[in-house]
């Protein structure tokens, strides 16, 4: 257990680094430096608690979740895992909660869960979400080959088709409660449609389907384009400012765009009134295009990773007419140029 004066100096240097990390964002509006230093900061400050408790060389401490990307907002939780052997018994259990009582009291807002290997495989088979945030981890400190024998236990156990079915559902369910719709006059920037959660999802069915990380990895493996890759990063960026700029402004984690906060939120972007348009109002002309691209390309990168993830699927065409064919219970064309040879068509499609 660490002392008044201890625990007083590590809160000292956590509250310092988020200072400078504040003020670092508001010179340069760099989100990604923003989102990788906090989680450096918080990196730093676990390995030096957790090398102070000096548990046993076959422990392994674990960051999942958004923490595991290594994307920490200003006021997001830090989701962890305590990773045990399987011949662990309960004599460290008082110093686990030592540990997390310390974390608590230096002013870092953990969610943590304690598991050893196996119980790691059993929980992600009877939850999508455990799955995907143990899908995204980082070792901080403990034992390598611990972490190791984790990372091929999480990949042997994925099931591509499955996991891709479960998140499409999760997104649905999500979707309507969120009234099935990107333009609602209060989003919320990380859960609505078209916000930061739909950029995730893609990324975790890629991930799943072994096509890649990031935009970068899924225009190499011609899932996108190089034009579309960017489009999308440029799309993840504006929401990351919009996410980190409302945790700032709320003082605490809030994802949603309320009344209360879109004028501020328009000042923070530099955003100006017209002569027919309060700033707030062109900042949320700005989310709502943001949104809507990321519904669409979230649509369709969905739709090419299920043709991948299900090839079995690719079923000869079904002729309609000279123009269209079914494929995959999809509206398809028979010809890539008939657009420009009969603009005609396009009325056609919808009849």
């Known amino acids: 257990v660490l002392t008044s004066d201890q625990t007083n100096a590590l809160r000292q240097r956590l509250k310092e680094g988020q200072v400078a990390l504040r003020e670092r964002y508001e010179r340069n509006a760099n989100a990604t430096a923003m989102l990788h230093g906090r989680s450096s900061l918080v990196d730093k400050l676990l390995c030096d608690i957790w090398n102070g408790f000096e548990f046993p060389p076959t422990f392994a401490l674990l960051a ?11 006021a997001s939780d830090i989701d962890l895992l305590i990773l045990l052997p399987e011949s662990a018994g309960n004599e460290q259990d008082d110093k686990i909660t030592a540990l997390i009582g310390v974390l608590w009291d230096v002013g870092l807002e953990v969610g943590h869960s304690v598991r050893n290997l196996e119980e790691c495989r059993q929980a992600a ?9 143990l899908l ?34 999760e997104q649905q369910e999500r979707h309507t409660r969120h009234d099935d719709t990107a333009f609602s006059l209060e989003p919320n920037g990380k859960e609505s449609p078209g916000g930061l959660r739909d950029l995730q999802m893609v990324l ?12 970068a990895d899924l ?5 996108i384009t190089p034009e579309e890759a960017g489009q999308l990063a440029r799309c993840e960026r504006f929401l990351q ?4 700029r409302l945790h700032y402004l709320a003082g605490r984690r809030e994802d949603r765009l309320l009344f209360d906060h879109q004028e501020a939120l328009a000042t923070a972007f530099g955003l100006k009134p017209g002569a027919s348009r ?27 990773l299920g043709e991948r993830i299900f090839p079995a699927h690719r079923a000869a065409p079904i002729y309609i007419d000279a123009h269209f064919q079914m494929q995959r219970e999809q509206l398809d064309v028979r010809d890539e140029n008939i657009f420009q040879q009969h603009p005609s068509a396009i009325l056609q499609a919808f009849l």
């Open 219 to 223: 225009a190499e493996n011609t899932l």
């Open 241 to 244: 400012h919009i996410r980190i």
């Open 204 to 215: 975790w069915v890629a991930q799943a389907a072994r096509q890649g990380r990031c935009w």
């Open 125 to 133: 088979a009877g939850d999508i979400t455990i799955q995907t945030n």
């Open 278 to 304: 309060r700033a707030s109002e062109r900042l949320m002309q700005r989310y709502y295009q943001n949104a809507k691209r990321i519904t669409q390309l979230n649509t369709l990168l969905l739709q090419s």
């Open 64 to 74: 999942v979740g958004g923490y595991g990307r290594g994307e920490l907002y200003p």
């Open 136 to 169: 995204e981890s980082r070792l901080l400190a403990g034992s390598r080959r611990a972490f190791s024998d984790f990372g091929h236990m999480i990949q042997a156990s994925l099931d591509a088709p499955a996991f891709f079915k479960a998140k499409r559902l």
